[in-house]
């Protein structure tokens, strides 16, 4: 496996998880072909979503399984290291996740697409240009984290937070690499259909966190400290440093709006949890906005499960120069998941008045958090078809638009419409969610119109074979 990740291949193995030259991904033609393919797509897009998705979810566990640690200790300053923790990982978020792991988003779509082109010798080179790139980014997030109590003072956080917050920060610097190794070796794997490897390194990796964060930060003098002090991903690789260095141009075409896409995301939901700070009744209305945050990422982990199964299937289709199945995948992937978010919305708002409550004791906080469920519920269909539709953009190298789309429905609209509700139209909570809701609409129904009439098939297959050339 690791021959095939660092150097590549002439040609596809014999058995690969999806075989890219089956029925599946041949072009169809009569109407009972057409039929035959649509199940046979489903069938296919099922079988990634599963271990994409228990991959996925595992990868949010750690930092969520180390607040809960933190904030039982026995120590009169838990609360404080659960902000501190929690501050922490809102910073490598922001930095490590948001643009290191948006730009190796580029890979996504190289990786996906020169596979389907039975390109392998260019996936072991693709890694090693994220490796250049993400090593230059690195020098950011090391800043971000050494600096992190001065960075957290500006923006007016408690003093002892911030320096709570400086010292998880930069125990977590050693392990930074490694999760960028990791990620790279992911995005290359999952290309090629080689998933169950996948599954059983986060499942082994999350034990060994649990485990290792519980018996040093309970067991040992490290207190804290031990949260972050645990290293589980270990990789290497041979380079072949002027290839990886001649795709520069092409990861960083595709790399720099793929991490502006991931970012305007993530930091728009960053930006809401601050506004909710500024409310009246703080304690209240950070505490619903927070239990409405872990709801819809546990909601969302479904949805990039399915994200990334359509990426993959869509750049492998493309690659193949098979642009009918491609979008055949498209609108298999679009199905699916409507079925399922509509599936999740009725479920939430059945339990609106139960799921809050599971996080918090009856009060304010969980009775506001079940009321904004309850009208939020609904969006989860625009949740997840905007999710998947980013995948789909990513397996067609159209990071691009997908980036602008993005900027404009949470900047331009979302974010604005949901302070005005809250702050002038004294809808709170409420307001915000709702003005993220229209940001999620606004670019949902943009994705989903610029792939339907602007999008031709053909001309992406042509790109994805140039992309897997170059």
């Known amino acids: 496996m690791v021959q095939v990740l660092i150097h590549g291949g002439d040609s596809i193995g014999d058995e690969p998880f999806v075989n890219i030259t089956s029925p599946t991904c041949h072009e169809h033609g009569r109407p009972d072909e057409l039929k035959l393919h649509m199940n046979s ?23 969520f399984l180390s607040i809960i640690l933190a904030g039982n200790m026995d120590s009169p300053h838990a ?65 971000t984290s050494w600096y992190a109590e001065e960075i957290l003072t500006m923006l007016g956080q408690d003093a002892d937070v911030a320096r709570l917050s400086a010292s998880f920060s930069r125990w977590m610097l050693p392990g930074i690499p490694f999760l960028y190794a990791y990620e790279l070796t992911r995005k290359a794997l999952q290309a090629q259909n080689i998933l169950t490897p996948l599954v059983i390194i986060a499942v082994i990796g999350n034990a060994v966190n649990i485990g290792a964060d519980y018996g040093l930060a309970y067991h040992t003098s490290l207190g ?99 642009p009918k199945t491609a979008r055949l995948a498209r609108t298999i992937a679009l199905r699916v998941t409507f079925a399922l978010a509509a599936t999740f ?72 419409v949901g302070a005005y509700l809250a702050f002038q139209c004294d809808l709170g909570v409420e307001g915000l969610w709702f003005g993220a809701g229209i940001g ?16 031709t098939w053909e001309k992406l297959a042509d790109q994805a074979k140039q992309n897997a050339n170059l």
């Open 440 to 455: 999620d609409a606004l670019a949902m129904v943009t994705l989903v119109l610029l792939m339907k009439y602007c999008w």
């Open 79 to 143: 609360p404080q290291y659960v902000n501190a923790a929690t501050f922490s990982i809102m910073l490598l978020t922001l930095m490590s996740t948001a643009v290191g792991l948006g730009l190796a988003s580029a890979l996504d779509t190289l990786c996906a697409q020169a596979y389907g082109a039975k390109r392998l010798d260019r996936i072991g080179e693709y890694v090693q240009t994220g490796v250049i790139v993400l090593s230059v980014n690195l020098l950011l997030v090391f800043a």
């Open 41 to 63: 797509e489903v069938s296919t897009l099922l079988r990634l979503v599963g271990p994409v998705t228990i991959t996925t979810f595992f990868e949010f566990l750690p930092g």
């Open 345 to 416: 919305a009725v479920f939430l708002y059945g339990f609106s008045g139960v799921i809050p409550r599971l996080f918090l004791s009856a009060g304010g906080s969980a009775d506001l958090a079940s009321k904004v469920m309850a009208i939020w519920s609904p969006l989860t269909v625009v949740v997840g078809l905007n999710c998947v539709s980013q995948g789909i953009f990513r397996g067609a190298g159209k990071q691009k638009s997908a980036a602008i789309t993005n900027a404009v429905a949470y900047y331009a609209m979302g974010i604005p």
């Open 224 to 322: 804290f400290d031990a949260f972050e002090a645990v290293v589980v991903h270990w990789w290497i690789s041979s380079w072949n440093f002027t290839a990886a260095c001649s795709h520069l141009g092409v990861f960083l075409r595709l790399g720099i709006p793929g991490m502006l896409m991931n970012a305007m995301e993530m930091w728009g939901f960053e930006t809401l949890t601050i506004l909710s700070g500024l409310l009246p009744d703080t304690i209240v209305a950070v505490a619903a906005h927070s239990v409405l945050v872990n709801v819809n990422l546990l909601v969302y982990t479904i949805f990039s499960g399915l994200s990334v199964a359509a990426n993959i299937r869509v750049g492998n289709c493309l690659g193949a120069g098979l």
